[in-house]
């Protein structure tokens, strides 16, 4: 009987101090759910210990091409004697091994001991040339143990050094034999996958396209414009607001995300019309959206490969008119995704992301430390992550005991069966499976059923008192008892409202909305405010998307949130809205998937049984001379958004 437990061994440099860098290695197994191993913190991976980092001990400038070559070789041999070191009981099983994933394009570089990006043939996966790092549309030979195996043996047995260094050279090795090759079932090359995080936020888009952006903006003399409008972007959940775009300069790769996601809708009515550098973002972050899908289909992989073959167009197109060079390897590195997808699953499950919380861990380790020697002797570091792993699952099982004898309380001091249903409905999970609790309201929901929850409850009365006290300082509630009404009577003909029945409401500010993810189809949640002062920063009224007899996508700025109680005792939620109707005026610089929307002056009621989720619209200048109001719809706040509108709009990728 044989177990198979397959591991992830996680290594990246790390700055722990200014005076002190480190390897840390992660240990983390992958037979836990994607959730865990991706979430923040450390994905339950244990540190196991440190890797030396070979430090230069001159400039690299200051030396010979000869004496960069010999230097960069000798930091490959350290790694692989210390990988070799860390793998030695590995060998001995090598009939159940498995290729190991290893972290960004440096480490890779030297773990499959590869030559770096300057090498003729820079690339750890493949042997393209770098006169070819920017086809995405032609595949090269693939490496393999044998194949490299075979160029160092015949590299060692050339009769001349230069025909030796001619081989390596060819095929972009050094002269180091590598670890893995002694073991049975694993391929080094294998190993490398894509990863999002380094290759295409930090890399393609952070290091490259985001760096010429910033130069033609400066050069144009309009960087100081876009910054206010990022300062002004709509908000929305787990997308960073950035005020300081043009005045900080950002490194992580979350805020190069960020930024990618948003600077489409801001450059289109800036720079010069028909710019190229539009749709080659916007193509570059079509393959981010696909590639960073928790589940790829078939249908999904096609579109996939037509957005990469868009993009290459683009950057051909971004290169003649900003003489921009995408010859390196963070570019070619987008032909080996798909495999990757096809061959070790979609590729959140490779990314660095998650190992990049192991270096907040270790700087907080080693300032508890007496820093020296923590690791090479008494291994402190090690020992103190030990020590705070057993803390933080202590609190986990002492939160969740005191969490299940209240809600055992509440339910035992329930006095009936209508009380212990209430009880029931305030300590009921959200569909996502959250501890969220229901707000309490002084007009109970219908049921415990609802995708939706409302919160922050403003006020409470009936619509005719309610009209009088704020109909003459809010447009929202001015008519609003007839309006009502009327509405009411359309949907519910069978309640028989006349004039002198009273309708209680209760307004509030805030619904949590639960849906299925078109994504990986489990639940998700969106939370949604309609506010005229939200956090002191002005007012905040999000929007919704929400079924309509229409074709495309439908949209609506939620401007209050009702909840009405019927004299028949009916419980009805309802939203008071501003209806986006799709226009066909489209931006200076116009990209596939634009979609423009024009904000409706009159309000209107829409049941919360007809919404969706929420939606970003981001706020568009419009036509010149126009008073009407513009928005973009953003569509790219995440997957499952991302898939509704590229369906809507006429591709088939479910």
Not at 190 to 198: C, E, M, N, P, R
Not at 459 to 469: A, F, H, N, T, V
Request: net charge neutral; with cysteine.
């Amino acid at each position: 009987m044989h177990c198979w437990l397959p591991l992830h061994i996680w290594l990246d440099k790390g700055l722990v101090t200014s005076h002190v860098k480190m390897f840390p290695i992660v240990l983390r197994a992958l037979w836990l759910p994607s959730e865990i191993r991706n979430a923040s913190g450390n994905g339950g991976g244990v540190i196991i210990g440190f890797m030396i980092m070979v430090e230069d001990p001159g400039h690299s400038k200051n030396r010979t091409e000869r004496q960069n070559y010999e230097f960069n070789q000798f930091k490959r041999e350290i790694y692989q004697q210390v990988m070799e070191k860390l793998f030695e009981t590995i060998w001995k099983k090598s009939w159940f091994g498995e290729p190991v994933r290893c972290g960004d394009d440096v480490e890779a570089w030297s773990f499959t001991c590869c030559r770096a990006n300057r090498a003729k043939h820079p690339c750890p996966r493949c042997l393209v040339s770098h006169e070819m790092l920017d086809c995405l549309h032609q595949f090269f030979p693939l490496r393999s143990s044998e194949a490299m195996r075979n160029v160092v043996e015949r590299a060692r047995c050339a009769p001349t050094a230069a025909q030796r260094d001619k081989l390596l050279m060819d095929h972009g090795l050094h002269d180091v034999p590598h670890f893995m090759w002694n073991i049975r079932f694993s391929d080094p090359y294998l190993s490398f996958i894509y990863d999002l995080l380094h290759f295409l936020e930090a890399g393609k888009w952070g290091h490259h396209l985001w760096s010429l952006t910033l130069d033609l903006l400066e050069k144009l003399g309009l960087l100081a414009e876009v910054t206010k409008r990022m300062a002004k972007f709509s908000r929305w959940r787990n997308l960073k607001h950035i005020n300081d775009l043009a005045t900080k300069d950002f490194t992580d790769g979350q805020t190069h995300l960020d930024i990618l996601k948003c600077i489409v809708y801001i450059l289109c009515e800036i720079l010069p019309p028909k710019s190229t550098l539009i749709p080659c973002i916007r193509a570059l972050l079509k393959c981010r959206m696909l590639l960073g899908l928790r589940v790829m289909t078939t249908s999904r992989q096609l579109v996939v490969q037509q957005c990469i073959e868009d993009y290459e167009k683009w950057c051909k197109r971004v290169s003649e008119d900003y003489d921009k060079n995408f010859k390196f390897p963070k570019q070619h590195y987008l032909i080996h995704a798909l495999d990757d997808v096809r061959l070790k699953g979609v590729l959140r499950n490779g990314t660095t992301r998650t190992g990049e919380g192991i270096h907040q861990e270790v700087k907080q380790h080693y300032g508890q430390t007496n820093k020296r020697n923590t690791e090479a002797q008494n291994k402190q570091i090690s020992i103190r992550d030990e020590d705070q792993e057993v803390v933080a699952r202590t609190h986990l099982l002492i939160d969740d005991f005191f969490r299940r004898a209240s809600q055992t309380a509440e339910l035992s001091d329930a006095s009936s069966d209508t009380d212990a249903t209430n009880q029931k409905a305030d300590v009921a999970q959200f569909k996502q499976g959250s501890a969220r609790r229901v707000p309490k309201s002084r007009i109970p929901p219908a049921n415990g059923e609802n995708q939706w929850i409302f919160g922050s409850p403003l006020q409470y009365g009936d619509s005719r008192s309610y009209e009088d006290l704020h109909g003459g300082n809010n447009p929202i509630y001015r008519a609003l008892d007839p309006r009502l009404r009327e509405f009411l009577h359309s949907q519910f003909p069978d309640e028989y409202l006349t004039y002198e029945d009273t309708i209680m409401i209760e307004i509030f500010q805030c619904v949590y909305i639960a849906y299925q993810s078109k994504d990986d189809w489990t639940n998700a949640e969106d939370i949604l405010r309609c506010k005229s002062n939200w956090y002191n920063s002005g007012p905040r009224y999000d929007c919704v998307l929400f079924n309509s007899d229409q074709p495309g996508v439908a949209c609506a700025r939620l401007r209050s949130l009702v909840r009405c109680q019927l004299p028949s005792g009916r419980v009805v939620d309802l939203a008071v809205v501003q209806n986006m109707k799709p226009n066909k005026w489209r931006p200076k610089t116009s990209w596939d998937g634009c979609v423009v929307f024009e904000e409706e002056v009159d309000l209107t009621f829409l049941l919360m049984d007809f919404v969706i989720r929420g939606a970003l619209l981001a706020h568009a200048q419009g036509p010149s001379n126009s008073r009407r109001n513009f928005h973009y719809l953003v569509d790219v706040v995440d997957g499952d958004m991302f898939l509704r509108v590229l369906n809507a709009i006429g591709h088939v990728c479910n």
